[in-house]
C-alpha cells in the first residue's frame, strides 16, 4: 500500500485544442454564411452614372426590382396600393428625403409613375440610387 501513496501521477500541462478549434470553426462558418443575409435588400441593378454619394441618416427608399415588383423601406407593395401606402409612410414626415432604387430593366413609364406619386404625395428631397461608373468614356 505504501507504494501506492508514493507514486504521484504526473500532471499534464498542456492544453488540448481541439474542441476549442472546432467551436471557433463552428463559429466562424455560421458567421460567415449569416453576415451576406443582414445585408440583402431588394435586389435590383442600379444603373451608372457620375454623381457624389448623398448622406442621409433617416429616408424613406422606394425600390423596384427587375421583376417590376415595387417596394417601400423593403415591404413589397402592389402597384394599384402604391400611392395611399406610400402617403401613410411618408405622413407627418415632410423633410425626410426619399431616395427610389429601380432597376434598369423597369420601363420608364413604370418608374415615371412611382415618381409622380412620390412627388404628388408633398415629398420635396427627392434622389435617385445609381452606380458609379466603371469606365472612363462613361459608356
Known amino acids: 500500500m505504501r507504494n501506492r501513496k508514493r507514486r504521484r501521477r504526473r500532471v499534464i500541462s498542456e492544453l488540448n485544442l481541439t474542441n476549442l478549434i472546432d467551436v471557433v470553426f ?75 432604387n429601380s432597376d434598369k430593366k423597369v420601363p420608364y413609364g413604370l418608374v415615371m409613375r412611382v415618381i409622380s406619386d412620390i412627388q404628388n404625395a408633398g415629398v420635396v428631397k427627392l434622389g435617385f440610387l445609381t452606380t458609379p461608373l466603371q469606365s472612363e468614356d462613361g459608356y
Request: hydrophobic fraction near 45%; aromatic fraction near 8%.
Open 26 to 100: 463552428a463559429l466562424l462558418i455560421i458567421f460567415m454564411i449569416t453576415a451576406p443575409m443582414m445585408t440583402q435588400g431588394v435586389q435590383v441593378d442600379l444603373p451608372e452614372t457620375e454623381s457624389q454619394n448623398v448622406e442621409a441618416h433617416e429616408s424613406i427608399q422606394v425600390s423596384i426590382n427587375s421583376s417590376n415588383e415595387i417596394f417601400i423601406d423593403h415591404q413589397k407593395v402592389p402597384l394599384v396600393e402604391f400611392r395611399a401606402r406610400f402617403r401613410d409612410v411618408f405622413a407627418g414626415r415632410s423633410n425626410i428625403p426619399v431616395f427610389v
